[in-house]
């Protein structure tokens, strides 16, 4: 994966981050989700990289970035994750980037937009919508599908233990059971790899479990405060979404999202969750529309 890509890691502060740089032209920042790394960009990364110059990045917590201690996700606001990948671009010499994240990491790329709105030229969301929005919206049906939002969020260390007693078993169960598929055929077996390698490690078991406790509690506090003061996104924004995925089963995704952002547009993709992974072609095609635009 990701042949001839620069690798590095950008001390951010309290958090170190891993990263993978290839391209020239405008700088585009890739944002991976639960419980993935940055190697789920892999199937469109060097296309992009012909166009852009590409950062693929780990989360704090994730894959090869640092994960910091923390209790009721205080370390893993999105918020703090946002701050993150501030620092990460400034570091590589980049004010002004484009912004693309998928799952947990288009909810850092939003928040991001929120606080940070000089720094995002184009904002490309993959199978969300606001994490406000979805604590609203759900109900038994989703609370079945979508248990991990209440498990994952459990105090410490309920979840953690369960979850490292049998680590690969529990992500091979959750990738594909938000495939349209319901396989890990999908995946590639060297993402697959580096996902179970990752996710084995207690640091990164408990640093998902604080993201999601965060995404409980500070999270959509910080979404009610800007809905509140009437703030809205207001740099271009794709919102792409599975037709199999969780978004799709919410409503209208972009019916929803206008009530957040100003300049809104995007598409269902046949997929189920892993859009860039499921329907690589087509994922591709509409970010380098929308990033070439």
């Known amino acids: 994966m990701f042949e001839g890509f620069e690798t590095r890691e950008i001390d951010c502060g309290d958090a170190t981050l891993f990263c993978r740089i290839k391209g020239s032209g405008e700088p585009l920042l890739l944002l991976h989700g639960y419980p993935q790394t940055g190697a789920m960009w ?48 400034s570091a590589l010499g980049h004010e002004r980037f484009h912004l693309a994240g998928h799952d947990r990491g288009a909810r850092v790329a939003y928040r991001l937009a929120f606080d940070h709105p000089e720094k995002v030229m184009r904002l490309a969301l993959l199978d969300i919508i606001p994490t406000l929005d979805m604590w609203e919206r759900m109900d038994a049906a989703g609370m079945i599908s979508g248990y991990h939002w209440a498990f994952l969020a459990q105090p410490n260390p309920l979840p953690e233990r369960l979850i490292a007693s049998d680590p690969v078993f529990y992500l091979d169960h959750t990738l594909a059971g938000w495939t349209k598929a319901k396989s890990t055929a999908p995946f590639a077996s060297e993402a697959l790899a580096e996902y179970r390698k990752s996710f084995s490690r207690p640091t990164a078991i408990h640093g998902a479990c604080e993201d999601y406790r965060a995404g409980a509690t500070i999270d959509p506090a910080a979404d009610e405060e800007d809905r509140k003061a009437g703030r809205r996104l207001t740099c271009p924004t794709l919102i792409l979404w599975g037709t199999d995925g969780t978004p799709a089963k919410k409503g209208d995704p972009l019916t929803i999202w206008r009530d957040w952002a100003d300049d809104v547009e995007g598409q269902a993709i046949d997929a189920g969750h892993f859009l860039v992974e499921e329907a690589p072609e087509e994922t591709l095609a509409a970010l380098m529309r929308f990033f070439g635009a």
């Not at 894959?63 to 703090?80: C, F, I, N, Q, V």
């Open 42 to 89: 892999a199937p469109i990364a060097d296309q992009l990289a012909e166009r852009f110059l590409v950062v693929v990045a780990d989360l704090r917590g994730y894959g090869r970035s640092s994960a910091p201690e923390s209790t009721g996700g205080e370390a893993y606001s999105k918020r703090r994750m946002a701050g993150d990948m501030v620092a990460l671009m």
